[in-house]
């Protein structure tokens, strides 16, 4: 599934689970693995520590205990880039997790905030808005409980911001798996 | 413990200790070897040794001409090797995804930090800046290695000396005087603390490759003087709610304290070299 929040737009497609190579496979859990594709150029180290990012967020909720010995492939193609692309990358790989029917523990969705020079916080900043920022943070939120599952900053705050963007994400992670909701029920309402 | 090392570590954790002695909030003893005794030909260079993670960090100061579209900027260019010889499961070959994720990790705490402002490297607006080429090596891996290579990176760069360059005026070459070195601008310093996440539930301080191997998640927080926070990497594992990340963040301050001191007192015995 594709999911574009605004004008940035990622494909996600995930594969599995599937026979894993003998060098590749865990014997008691599926092996996962991401692969996130740059609209222009070749991935490059940016790419790899946001993959690692998307890879152990999933591996926390995929109960991949059910499914030892296999491969688990998530492949992501960026295909327009406006801004908050890592949270739009995550509620990709949600939805896509949850398209295959793969057991889950928790969903979870993405949330960027960014915080501007003079203290407002700003939800799902466009790229202009991001790089005008003091400090760009996105969050996981799981939704079991409203729990952190990844959290990534980029510039500095000071720690009553970090939490009060926390929780200005975690009350906007609702209004997120509601529109999950929202989708799955009509796809399967047909 | 080979056979059940869960059960194992769950035994020490329910009496809230760890293997090796160690109190879960307590850190391994920390060694910094700055400056010539580690590199001789890096223009800074730092040896940390966190128990038994070792990571040594050159760094080499070039000139280069500036990008068209950033003319005041010079570069800093971090790069973290995990060569095979520091724990088995590193092959030889191009980088592994955990090296490349900690060359990214570095290089944005140096700009969320503004550790260096690149403005601070230029000579010459549009003509000459200095790169520096900073290389961490790991050497002996046993757990926490960004805690130790922003350790050793924020060493090697306050050991730094950069030669006075001067541009000549008619010939409109550069002449680098030896002779006459100043030591780099570092306006920030960044200390990180990583913790490894339990069970959903304890949190342990400074985690070794057996306890990172176990663990179900790893937070690491930056933080600098001023007490703001550079960076918050939680890639993943277990949820934690906003008051567990908060003790992080309470116990990541204090820890940058004693850091701060331990670098000070390195560089003070140095200097009068």
């Known amino acids: 599934p594709s999911v574009c929040p605004g004008d940035t737009s990622v494909l996600a497609g ?7 190579k003998i060098s590749k496979e865990l014997p008691d859990r599926a092996a996962l693995e991401v692969l996130l594709r740059p609209k222009v150029g070749l991935p490059g ?3 790899r520590s946001r993959e690692q990012l998307l890879r152990q967020t999933c591996e926390a909720v995929v109960l991949g205990v059910l499914h030892p010995r296999t491969a688990i492939s998530l492949v992501l193609q960026v295909l327009s880039d406006a801004g908050s692309l890592l949270s739009c990358c995550l509620n990709a790989a949600c939805m896509a997790l949850l398209d295959a029917g793969l057991p889950l523990a928790a969903l979870f969705c993405g949330v960027t905030c960014a915080l501007q020079p003079d203290g407002t916080i700003l939800l799902d900043p466009t790229a202009r808005q991001e790089q005008d920022a003091r400090a760009v943070l996105t969050f996981a939120i799981a939704s079991s409980d409203r729990k952190v599952l990844m959290a990534t900053t980029k510039g500095s705050c000071s720690v009553e911001e970090m939490q ?3 929780a200005v994400s975690q009350r906007a992670a609702d209004t997120i798996f509601q529109f999950y909701r929202d989708s799955v029920r009509r796809r399967y309402s047909k | 413990r080979t056979v ?5 570590y769950r035994r020490f954790l329910k009496e809230n200790c760890r293997p090796d002695g160690r109190e879960l909030g307590e850190f391994r003893t920390t060694t910094v070897n700055i400056g010539k005794c580690s590199i001789t030909t890096a223009d800074g260079s730092a040896l940390v040794k966190l128990g038994n993670t070792t990571v040594i960090c050159g760094v080499k100061a070039e000139l280069a001409a500036p990008a068209v579209d950033s003319a005041n900027k010079g570069y800093i260019v971090p790069n973290v090797e ?3 010889l520091c724990a088995e499961r590193f092959r030889s070959g191009p980088p592994g995804e955990e090296a490349q994720a900690a060359s990214q990790f570095i290089a944005d705490v140096i700009e969320n930090s503004q550790m260096i402002v690149k403005e601070d490297l230029c000579i010459a607006n549009g003509k000459l800046a200095w790169v520096l080429y900073c290389d961490i090596i790991c050497l002996d891996y046993d757990g926490n290695l960004l805690d130790a290579s922003v350790f050793a990176l924020l060493a090697a760069l306050k050991n730094v000396q950069l030669p006075l360059v001067t541009i000549n005026e008619e010939t409109g070459l550069s002449e680098v005087n030896l002779k006459q070195k100043n030591p780099l601008i570092i306006r920030k310093h960044p200390v990180a603390t990583s913790f490894a996440i339990f069970d ?4 342990i301080v400074d985690p070794t490759a057996e306890e990172e191997d176990l663990a179900t998640g790893t937070v690491t927080i930056v933080t600098d003087e001023d007490g703001k926070l550079c960076s ?3 890639p993943g594992g277990s949820p934690l709610t906003g008051a567990k990340l908060q003790d992080c963040i309470t116990r990541a301050i204090t820890r940058h304290k004693e850091v701060k001191k331990l670098i000070d007192k390195v560089i003070k015995s140095i200097t009068p070299e």
């Open chain 2, 232 to 234: 918050v990497h939680k």
């Open chain 1, 164 to 166: 009060q963007c926390l």
């Open chain 2, 4 to 8: 059940e090392p869960l059960e194992y």
């Open chain 2, 82 to 84: 995990l060569p095979s």
């Open chain 2, 200 to 203: 959903d539930t304890l949190l």
């Open chain 1, 14 to 20: 995930l594969y599995g689970p599937a026979e894993a």
């Open chain 1, 45 to 47: 180290v940016l790419e």
